[in-house]
């Protein structure tokens, strides 16, 4: 136990005493950590408090958030406006987040993480001429990064996944999630885990930290969104057509600061993988997380997993794991899955919904390239053993009519387990036979690590992959390449017929013979008949006691680098701020802060800084990374702008359009304006996790009262915020907007501070605010 750490502002727990209150059984949380235990008679307590106190029945969303409140007995809760404070079981982070996150962490000065936690290996493995290869070369040039995180690992008591055990996400359902969870991670499509009943939440490593820390975790209390299935899967239709479907119906923001939690009966045809596919690409209409309930398809995973003693003790608790009856839905959406047809979304935009069946008129009336470059299946979404299974019956028929892919063809397999189980059962070869190439267990093309050389950077193509986001320039960093994501048995399908005007439902191939023939709809076990084969073992277990571990991080380093704490606010007005940028449509965190050749700086933040909002549309000039500098008067990339700006000690701010930030958690795209001396950002509307974690850096995101007050700001106007000194929660603030022509105007800027938020700003960063409670408490 840390007596400084045991301050009632803080609000911390001690370190691994969280009681175990199971008199049915101790089951432990995973095999990696036999000494945690699930707790669902605390979680069951907290739910009968806080169901007496609203006297209504709860969704299932609200039974597992409320279930994990800090205080349920006093948390005032009211969906869509108060915060909360919870207490999660455990947290995950990959590679690229988790060097920034360890980093934070160990400037906190805390000797251990307070909860279960681990680091996934997963984003620094570049594609580019198959798994072994490639996961060699990986190892090579990240070994510095890997290094660091492995011995911070050890210090720190986190456990740590190396790379070539695969992506996080099918890890942690493969071996961490389950029904009644509450688990945060360091990436935005965490929410897969949401297909074994869990809420799972994608964050910035702040948050991480803070969870790790043993302070209570704040989340906005979400409204829940209800999606009612009925009917039953079958044929060509998969579980990802579910949330491309949903997706269509929502948009890039329906989803924002909701839950969306499916029921009905057309949840139990659907297998426990195909769930966790569903929750996965929640994350692209700006959900805050997705669930299923408890269910037979979640209990044969668990038991096929190794985790039957998870299942029986879920089916004692079971009442607590599905939604009461008559629980009151924000929204409900209906979808027959009997009706729904195989869907297929893009390009540039995952909420772009199309039929396959429509897809090909569609592109050639909007001049889309219809002949596919590339297929590519896997990824955290669809790399399931079933997904594979249902891809290789696809290829096995195409085989068999003497037919191989016309479009390159690749597979990510989503870990060493599913690597090494579709390796064993034929399904790795009869992909490799149809043309593909296999490649690392690893995110690759899906976030840009891709060392594509079939085209050149501008040349107009088309790919289509069974990946989550589509957004310009994501895969392979060519803004003229329109990607389309689908399930991986349409990816397999249209890239053995190479082209967009392909339905498989109905059209006809024509074989090596002459003969023209139809696919079948494919059908696949959802889990192997055998056991499933582990592979290799890629996990490191921390020491019992890992306090005389050395971490180094050298001062030369240009992967690397230590942090320096943000500047205090000074407590006066923000005035005469220059426009770094006023941003033109659809700025995502990709925009912000480009990954693919950017990611091995996620440790340095120096040096990622240079790629500060490199991909946003000025609407100036309508170019990217071209700004005026208001000093100066010439143009120039944003960055160096920013740098000038810093060096010459003037502050600056960004005007955004809708829904700024969505898509990656990467906190980097809130870390870096503040590093290059931002203050501000203001937009029409911001997505969940960015929106916290500007907060979380001591900037400003601030919202137009009026959206349409966006118009009134030109990127040569300065700005002053006002009434700082007062800000408190729910209180607007005065920006006044000075024109070149001296005159000037005032508009209103809403926020979502609460009270401890706004302490986050005025000590410069949230870790900046915990360091000044730990001081207080020693």
Not at 334 to 353: M, R, V
Request: proline share 6%; charged share 25%.
């Amino acid at each position: 136990f840390f007596p400084h750490l045991a301050s009632p502002a803080l609000g911390v727990r001690r370190y691994h005493v969280a009681p175990v209150l199971c008199q049915r059984a101790k089951v432990a949380m995973s095999h990696f950590e036999p000494n945690e235990y699930i707790n669902y008679e605390k979680l069951e307590k907290n739910i009968n408090i806080v169901r007496k106190r609203l006297d209504r029945p709860l969704t299932l969303s609200e039974k597992i958030v409320y279930g994990h409140l800090d205080d349920p007995a006093k948390q005032e809760i009211e969906r869509g406006k108060t915060y909360l404070r919870l207490r999660p079981d455990r947290v995950a982070m990959q590679d690229a987040t988790a060097q920034m996150a360890m980093l934070q962490f160990i400037s906190s000065g805390l000797p251990k993480v307070a909860v279960p936690s681990t680091i996934h290996c997963d984003h620094l493995i570049e594609a580019q001429s198959g798994g072994e290869k490639d996961l060699k070369r990986a190892k090579d040039i990240n070994q510095e990064v890997y290094n660091f995180l492995s011995t911070a690992g050890a210090k720190y008591g986190v456990g740590f996944w190396k790379p070539g055990s695969g992506i996080i996400h099918q890890i942690i359902l493969e071996n961490y999630s389950y029904p009644g969870v509450m688990l945060i991670g360091t990436d935005s499509h965490t929410p897969n885990g949401g297909g074994l009943g869990g809420i799972c939440i994608g964050v910035g490593g702040a948050d991480a930290v803070d969870v790790m820390a043993g302070i209570p975790w704040e989340l906005k209390c979400p409204k829940v969104i209800g999606v009612k299935l009925t009917g039953k899967l079958s044929g060509w239709t998969s579980p990802k057509d579910v949330i491309l479907k949903v997706a269509g119906i929502l948009t890039v923001k329906g989803g924002t600061g909701a839950i969306i939690e499916y029921h009905g009966p057309g949840v139990d045809s659907i297998s426990c993988t195909g769930m966790a596919t569903i929750c996965n690409m929640g994350a692209e209409i700006g959900a805050t997380t997705s669930i299923f309930p408890y269910n037979e398809r979640m209990k044969k995973y668990l038991g096929k997993t190794g985790r039957a003693d998870i299942a029986a003790l879920a089916d004692e608790f079971k009442q607590h794991l599905v939604p009461d009856s008559g629980c009151q839905y924000d929204q409900v959406i209906e979808i027959n899955l009997s009706e729904l047809k195989p869907h297929i979304n893009g390009p540039f935009t995952p909420d772009l919904a199309h039929p396959v069946s429509d897809i090909g008129a569609v592109a050639e009336k909007e001049g889309w390239p219809v002949d596919i470059r590339v297929g590519l299946i896997g990824s955290c979404t669809n790399s399931s053993y079933e997904d594979m299974g249902r891809s290789a019956a696809v290829a096995k028929q195409a085989l068999a009519h003497g037919l191989k892919c016309k479009s390159m063809f690749t597979i990510t397999p989503g870990s060493e387990q599913i690597r090494a189980t579709i390796e064993r059962d034929g399904y790795a070869k009869i992909l490799r036979e149809v043309g593909g190439l296999v490649l690392a267990n690893a995110c690759g093309p899906c976030i840009g690590q891709w060392d594509r050389k079939d085209i050149k950077k501008g040349e107009k193509n088309t790919i289509v992959t069974s990946y989550n986001r589509n957004f310009t320039g994501r895969n392979d960093a060519n803004p003229e390449t329109h990607a389309f994501v689908t399930s991986p048995e349409i990816v397999t399908a249209l890239s053995i017929a190479g082209t967009l005007k392909f339905n498989p439902e109905t059209d006809y191939l024509t074989g090596a013979d002459g003969k023209k023939f139809k696919l079948e709809a494919p059908d696949a076990d959802e889990l192997p008949k055998m056991e499933f084969d582990p592979g290799q073992d890629t996990y490191q277990y921390p020491p019992k006691d890992g306090s005389g571990q050395r971490v180094d991080v050298s001062p030369t380093s240009q992967r690397l680098q230590l942090l320096e704490p943000f500047d205090k606010w000074d407590g006066k007005d923000l005035e005469d701020m220059l426009i770094l940028i006023k941003v033109k449509g659809k700025c995502t965190t990709d925009h912000i802060s480009a990954a693919g050749p950017w990611l091995k700086f996620r440790g340095h933040l120096d040096n990622i800084s240079n790629n500060l909002l490199i991909g946003a549309i000025n609407i100036e000039n309508g170019k990217a990374n071209s700004v005026r500098n208001a000093l100066t008067q010439e143009f120039g990339p944003v960055p160096d702008t920013a740098r000038y700006y810093k060096k010459m000690g003037v502050k600056w701010a960004v005007i955004g359009d809708e829904n700024y930030g969505e898509g990656s958690s990467r906190e980097h795209a809130a870390l870096e304006p503040r590093h290059l001396g931002g203050r501000v950002i203001i937009t029409k509307s911001f997505a969940r996790i960015h929106e916290t974690n500007l907060k979380k850096q001591g900037l400003l995101p601030l919202t137009f009262a009026d959206p349409a007050d966006y118009n009134k700001i030109h990127p040569v106007d300065k700005l002053s915020i006002v009434g700082l000194k007062d800000f408190a929660p729910g209180k607007p603030l005065k920006c006044i907007i000075k024109h070149p022509n001296g005159s000037q105007e005032t508009i209103m800027l809403n926020h979502t501070f609460n009270e401890s938020q706004i302490e986050w700003f005025q000590a410069g960063s949230a870790l900046n605010r915990m360091k000044e409670l730990q001081q207080k408490s020693s």
